[in-house]
């Protein structure tokens, strides 16, 4: 029986930033549990926060669930985690520069050149650009499990464009609208500067050409899309506008919004589609999303994209295993936070190992996301753990595998009351003339008994996430 | 503003507007049917309906047979139908939804709720349901957007864009509704100026919620031409023809002076609009047909609403 890290409780004391929570739950009756749960639903309908799945049919406005148990980190065990995350935030912003650069890391031989330069995410097209400050990914979304006290791992990196951050923001507010003694009982680090910390490092990545205050838009692919919600509320919160493709258009080598007064110059796109969709001209010629023409705007200084076109080369799972030499490399520095071991089915030694202790394993797809198209070993059947030897015999390359975390608990609110569920954590690291990082992040909860797949497309949940003032 | 959102913004107090349309236009058939009827009997008065709404072959098409609750769920329910209540106000909720960072969290609100409801409402049997109640249901909710519209929106492009929607998507329905009195209704035109024909005048004011305010302006008999003019030429009468193209052009204006430009052509023709209708007299309008000249109406409207879009909509403006 694996011993996993109960974030609450050691044995039976409660550990210390949960002690103003253990009376909390102990006091609040059953009904009045019932009757906030249905408040908070009823709030997130209004607001109009909901996730689409993609290709699962039934409700499209199907809420992602909201457990109101926080999960808390001391300001000691945060400043730890800050440290490690904003360390990781610059070794892939300077692995980019490099890549797209001399490949100072490549020739050193630190890392295949075959991984980067070979890799589906690396764009040719803007080899030997260099972006404003030298930034690529200006929004890391560094997703972290923790096993123990002091143990912490990096499950994966986001350098394109993570999303979540609309829930680390609206979970709070709905927490301290509907237990505002608990905010006056604990001291916690507010989370509500993030739009305007987005905002300031957007502006602080104006084009070149841009003169005066530059005007910045969210590019969205459109409100089919499963974050839509997301784009939209931060747009909100920023101020500035949300387009889709056909609204801007390119001409005199700047990019333009298409408004009703004619139209506007725009100096930094905030976008949230992938690399392939941005302009037809450029990558996929079939793309309705994109602009076309952007792309030389975007070489010729005209207009910024963030994250820059190319960033997902840093964040692929075959590159992942390469970060802690990358801290090394380019900082001097060892890595504070440590990678999960991963074995990469593309080797044959790793391979065989794989296939032998498959049981005790996690395999993932190198491009797969979402929890879909993986296997966790020791929570699966004999079936499915042959159709998955097959699978990565047919294909090895697309496989990688790795130790089954024993994945932290928090309480959580079930039917039967509380009882601890495994979690993990996304925060947001943002990268512009400054690095900063929220006191808070996305904490998901796998809501089924002993699972531990905290996806929200596999029925996983999400918390409030409190990081206690000193 | 974005052209895009402009759109969305317009389609949002349309599509809620052409719900209520729906829902007052249900409102005449339920009680013209509980009338019996010169000549055919109740059935042609929901085939009537369907004809009013533009709606008949798409109807024939699932149905069938026009009965009467078949009609009630097409009219009401049924999605396969782009001009039924819950598409009208699904689709303004997703319009809304597209916008959501240029409305006010009470006017979302009210969108969002009314989607919600009538969600819940859907899934409930239906003979547990009175028409009535549900017609009365749809001009609250179109009234709570207008409310919330009115009381918490900045007096911004945004805002003249939604009552401009509402504005030519009124001018449209009330002559359609006016339309299919006199062109539908009516078993033959030999009725005209009947005693029937009075009647279903009744019924489309109290459908309108206007029969008492007719009564305060006119007095007297209700005869075709009064109500020709308090539905078409009043502009105290908040539905008439006149008062929602004056509104159009209200709105045209408040744009041209907040964008600070001079008049345009979508402008220029709301004004030409309500100059000819201010100086037209009833009895003109009976000369010319009333059907040709609502047919006429239309055709303006239209041409407005597509000088519109070019102009601030379709992100072509220069």
Same mark, same amino acid.
């Given at each position: 029986?694996?011993?996993?890290?109960?974030?609450?409780?050691?044995?039976?004391?409660?550990?210390?930033?949960?002690?103003?929570?253990?009376?909390? &739950?102990?006091?609040?009756?059953?009904?009045?549990?019932?009757?906030?749960?249905?408040?908070?639903?009823?709030?997130?309908?209004?607001?109009?926060?909901?996730?689409?799945?993609?290709?699962?049919?039934?409700?499209?406005?199907?809420?992602?669930?909201?457990?109101?148990?926080?999960?808390?980190?001391?300001?000691?065990?945060?400043?730890?985690?800050?440290?490690?995350?904003?360390?990781?935030?610059?070794?892939?912003?300077?692995?980019?520069?490099?890549?797209?650069?001399?490949?100072?890391?490549?020739?050193?031989?630190?890392?295949?050149?075959?991984?980067?330069?070979?890799?589906?995410?690396?764009?040719?097209?803007?080899?030997?650009?260099?972006?404003?400050?030298?930034?690529?990914?200006?929004?890391?979304?560094?997703?972290?499990?923790?096993?123990?006290?002091?143990?912490?791992?990096?499950?994966?990196?986001?350098?394109?464009?993570?999303?979540?951050?609309?829930?680390?923001?609206?979970?709070?507010?709905?927490?301290?609208?509907?237990?505002?003694?608990?905010?006056?009982?604990?001291?916690?680090?507010?989370?509500?500067?993030?739009?305007?910390?987005?905002?300031?490092?957007?502006?602080?990545?104006?084009?070149?050409?841009? &003169?005066?205050?530059?005007?910045?838009?969210?590019?969205?692919?459109?409100?089919?899309?499963?974050?839509?919600?997301?784009?939209?509320?931060?747009?909100?919160?920023?101020?500035?506008?949300?387009?889709?493709?056909?609204?801007?258009?390119?001409?005199?080598?700047?990019?333009?919004?298409?408004?009703?007064?004619?139209?506007?110059?725009?100096?930094?796109?905030?976008?949230?589609?992938?690399?392939?969709?941005?302009?037809?001209?450029?990558?996929?010629?079939?793309?309705?999303?994109?602009?076309?023409?952007?792309?030389?705007?975007?070489?010729?200084?005209?207009?910024?994209?963030?994250?820059?076109?190319?960033?997902?080369?840093?964040?692929?799972?075959?590159?992942?295993?390469?970060?802690?030499?990358?801290?090394?490399?380019?900082?001097?520095?060892?890595?504070?936070?440590?990678?999960?071991?991963?074995?990469?089915?593309?080797?044959?030694?790793?391979?065989?190992?794989?296939?032998?202790?498959?049981?005790?394993?996690?395999?993932?797809?190198?491009?797969?996301?979402?929890?879909?198209?993986?296997?966790?070993?020791?929570?699966?059947?004999?079936?499915?753990?042959?159709?998955?030897?097959?699978?990565?015999?047919?294909?090895?390359?697309?496989?990688?595998?790795?130790? &089954?975390?024993?994945?932290?608990?928090?309480?959580?609110?079930?039917?039967?009351?509380?009882?601890?569920?495994?979690?993990?954590?996304?925060?947001?690291?943002?990268?512009?003339?400054?690095?900063?990082?929220?006191?808070?992040?996305? &904490?998901?909860?796998?809501?089924?008994?002993?699972?531990?797949?905290?996806?929200?497309?596999?029925?996983?949940?999400?918390?409030?996430?409190?990081?206690?003032?000193? | 503003?974005?052209?895009?959102?402009?759109?969305?913004?317009?389609?949002?107090?349309?599509?809620?507007?052409?719900?209520?349309?729906? /829902?007052?236009?249900?409102?005449?058939?339920?009680?013209?049917?509980?009338?019996?009827?010169?000549?055919?009997?109740?059935?042609?008065?929901?085939?009537?309906?369907?004809?009013?709404?533009?709606?008949?072959?798409?109807?024939?098409?699932?149905?069938?047979?026009?009965?009467?609750?078949?009609?009630?769920?097409?009219?009401?329910?049924?999605?396969?139908?782009?001009?039924?209540?819950?598409?009208?106000?699904?689709?303004?909720?997703?319009?809304?939804?597209?916008?959501?960072?240029?409305?006010?969290?009470?006017?979302?609100?009210?969108?969002?709720?009314?989607?919600?409801?009538?969600?819940?409402?859907?899934?409930?049997?239906?003979?547990?349901?009175?028409?009535?109640?549900?017609?009365?249901?749809?001009?609250?909710?179109? /009234?709570?957007?207008?409310?919330?519209?009115?009381?918490?929106?900045?007096?911004?492009?945004?805002?003249?864009?939604?009552?401009l929607?509402? /504005?030519?998507?009124?001018?449209?329905?009330?002559?359609?509704?006016?339309?299919?009195?006199?062109?539908?209704?009516?078993?033959?035109?030999?009725?005209?100026?009947?005693?029937?024909?009075?009647?279903?005048?009744?019924?489309?004011?109290?459908?309108?919620?206007?029969?008492?305010?007719?009564?305060?302006?006119?007095?007297?008999?209700?005869?075709?031409?009064?109500?020709?003019?308090?539905?078409?030429?009043?502009?105290?009468?908040?539905?008439?023809?006149?008062?929602?193209t004056k509104?159009a052009m209200h709105h045209l204006d408040n744009l041209a002076t907040?964008y600070?430009k001079p008049a345009g052509p979508a402008q220029e023709s709301a004004h030409a609009l309500v100059a000819a209708?201010?100086?037209?007299?009833?009895?003109?309008?009976?000369?010319?047909?009333?059907?040709?000249?609502?047919?006429?109406?239309?055709?303006d409207i239209?041409a407005l609403t597509g000088l519109v879009?070019r102009n601030y909509?379709?992100?072509?403006?220069?």
């Open positions: 029986m694996t011993e996993y890290f109960n974030e609450m409780f050691d044995g039976d004391q409660v550990r210390a930033p949960y002690s103003a929570l253990d009376g909390w &739950t102990r006091d609040m009756p059953a009904d009045l549990r019932a009757m906030k749960q249905a408040e908070a639903e009823a709030m997130f309908r209004r607001i109009g926060i909901t996730f689409a799945v993609y290709g699962e049919g039934g409700d499209p406005d199907r809420l992602i669930p909201f457990d109101m148990f926080p999960r808390v980190f001391t300001q000691m065990e945060w400043r730890k985690l800050e440290r490690g995350i904003k360390q990781r935030a610059r070794a892939l912003n300077a692995f980019l520069l490099d890549v797209y650069g001399r490949g100072e890391i490549v020739r050193a031989g630190r890392i295949p050149a075959r991984l980067v330069y070979q890799n589906e995410a690396y764009e040719r097209a803007v080899s030997g650009f260099v972006p404003p400050r030298g930034i690529y990914s200006h929004i890391v979304g560094i997703d972290l499990v923790r096993t123990g006290r002091d143990q912490f791992y990096v499950l994966e990196d986001n350098c394109r464009t993570p999303s979540g951050v609309s829930y680390m923001l609206e979970n709070r507010e709905i927490m301290m609208r509907m237990f505002p003694q608990l905010f006056r009982d604990n001291r916690i680090e507010p989370v509500e500067g993030y739009p305007e910390a987005l905002r300031r490092t957007l502006a602080s990545v104006a084009p070149a050409k841009c &003169t005066g205050e530059p005007t910045i838009a969210i590019l969205t692919p459109g409100h089919f899309n499963s974050a839509y919600y997301e784009h939209s509320f931060l747009a909100d919160l920023m101020g500035v506008d949300l387009v889709e493709g056909a609204d801007l258009f390119v001409e005199g080598g700047f990019c333009w919004m298409r408004t009703t007064e004619g139209p506007q110059k725009l100096d930094v796109i905030y976008r949230r589609l992938d690399d392939a969709y941005l302009d037809p001209l450029c990558f996929r010629p079939d793309s309705m999303l994109g602009v076309p023409g952007l792309m030389d705007v975007y070489r010729s200084g005209g207009v910024t994209i963030t994250s820059a076109p190319g960033a997902g080369v840093a964040d692929d799972k075959a590159i992942y295993t390469f970060v802690p030499e990358m801290i090394r490399f380019y900082l001097g520095e060892e890595p504070l936070l440590e990678n999960v071991p991963t074995w990469q089915c593309a080797k044959e030694d790793d391979l065989k190992y794989v296939l032998d202790k498959i049981g005790e394993l996690v395999v993932k797809e190198v491009h797969g996301s979402g929890g879909y198209g993986m296997l966790v070993g020791p929570k699966s059947t004999k079936e499915q753990i042959e159709i998955f030897r097959h699978k990565i015999m047919e294909d090895p390359d697309n496989y990688i595998a790795q130790p &089954t975390l024993a994945l932290s608990t928090t309480p959580t609110f079930v039917e039967e009351g509380v009882a601890p569920r495994h979690v993990d954590l996304r925060p947001y690291c943002l990268v512009g003339d400054k690095i900063e990082l929220m006191p808070g992040g996305l &904490t998901r909860v796998a809501l089924t008994e002993g699972s531990l797949v905290v996806n929200s497309s596999q029925g996983g949940g999400v918390k409030d996430t409190w990081v206690l003032a000193e | 503003m974005l052209s895009r959102t402009a759109e969305n913004l317009f389609w949002v107090a349309r599509y809620m507007e052409r719900a209520e349309t729906m /829902a007052r236009l249900l409102e005449v058939g339920s009680r013209i049917s509980l009338t019996p009827s010169a000549g055919h009997g109740h059935r042609s008065d929901w085939e009537s309906l369907l004809q009013a709404s533009g709606t008949a072959e798409g109807f024939w098409a699932k149905y069938g047979d026009p009965v009467q609750r078949n009609i009630e769920s097409y009219l009401f329910f049924d999605r396969d139908n782009p001009s039924s209540v819950i598409s009208c106000i699904e689709r303004a909720r997703e319009n809304a939804r597209i916008v959501r960072t240029a409305i006010t969290g009470q006017v979302w609100d009210t969108l969002n709720t009314a989607f919600q409801q009538i969600r819940q409402i859907e899934r409930q049997p239906r003979s547990e349901m009175e028409l009535g109640e549900l017609c009365d249901w749809v001009n609250r909710q179109s /009234a709570l957007l207008r409310g919330s519209m009115d009381g918490t929106m900045l007096r911004n492009d945004g805002f003249f864009f939604m009552n929607g509402y /504005a030519l998507e009124r001018a449209d329905n009330t002559a359609r509704l006016i339309d299919v009195k006199y062109f539908v209704l009516l078993p033959s035109i030999g009725m005209v100026g009947s005693g029937l024909d009075n009647y279903q005048w009744r019924v489309l004011l109290r459908a309108l919620n206007a029969h008492r305010a007719f009564h305060w302006a006119y007095g007297g008999e209700i005869t075709s031409a009064k109500i020709v003019d308090f539905l078409i030429l009043n502009s105290a009468s908040p539905r008439s023809l006149l008062s929602s509104k907040y600070n209708l201010s100086a037209t007299p009833v009895p003109e309008i009976f000369d010319e047909g009333l059907h040709e000249f609502l047919t006429r109406f239309i055709q239209g879009q909509l379709s992100g072509e403006a220069r």
